[in-house]
């Protein structure tokens, strides 16, 4: 599965000052089209990419560079300010989660949730451990606040949060088999597992490896 492993889409031709203003110019484009608003440092927006990957579905990256999505005319696409944004005709969605499961309803192959109702919901409630449990502790606005007001060293405040979560997440899969989190089938508990495991390692310096079954999984997904 290389393309999990994107991380930084290629180089978008846009410019800074144009990336979210021209949002109501591609509203009128065919609804089989897509436009992405992201940034290659959200793991949110990382989410929405492999989603999008998964199913083999074109779409083109609008790059929000840090500080772009403070401005009005993003304000007006997410105005929660945050990425990731898609685009699908003349709608916005935004939050990660409901974007990948709206593409796996109109694109079920691969299927991204299993057919079982108990599964599906494990499937979920992993990921929103991850959603609402792990990522807002370490979301871009919540660590600059920490820095500037709080006089915070953000790493080490967010990082036994992440770990708490991290332990979470082994135990609720630690009984499963197969190569990825639930099973031999990529779901949506790997599209979110992937880059918060990658953002334990790489921004809190956590070992994943004290945590088995993540770290197998993640091997498998990377090869």
């Not at 993003?74 to 005709?89: E, F, Q, R, S, T």
């Not at 088999?177 to 639930?182: D, L, N, V």
């Not at 334990?200 to 091997?219: E, L, S, W």
Request: glycine share 4%.
């Amino acid at each position: 599965f290389f393309f999990l492993m994107i991380r930084r889409p290629p180089r978008s031709t846009q410019s800074r000052s144009s990336a979210a203003s021209d949002v109501y110019k591609r509203q009128n484009m065919q609804s089989s089209e897509f436009v992405l608003y992201s940034s290659f440092r959200s793991s949110a927006s990382w989410r929405a990419r492999i989603a999008l990957n998964l199913k083999r579905l074109k779409f083109k990256y609008a790059r929000i560079y840090p500080g772009d999505q403070l401005k009005e005319d993003y304000i007006k696409i997410n105005p929660m300010k945050h990425v990731p944004a898609l685009v699908v005709g003349d709608q916005v969605l935004v939050e990660s989660m409901p974007i990948c499961e709206y593409l796996n309803e109109i694109y079920p192959e691969p299927a991204l949730l299993p057919k079982d109702p108990i599964r599906k919901a494990r499937v979920r409630a992993f990921c929103e451990i991850i959603n609402s449990g792990m990522q807002p502790l370490q979301n871009g606005k919540v660590i600059t606040r920490i820095e500037s007001e709080y006089q915070g060293k953000h790493v080490e405040w967010a990082k036994p949060w992440i770990a708490d979560g991290l332990r979470a997440l082994e135990a609720f899969i630690s009984k499963e088999t197969g190569k990825y989190s639930f099973g031999d089938e990529v779901t949506l508990a790997d599209v979110f597992l992937l880059p918060q495991a990658s953002a334990a390692q790489t921004r809190f310096g956590i070992d994943i490896n004290d945590y088995p079954r993540i770290a197998q999984v993640v091997k498998n997904l990377n090869e």
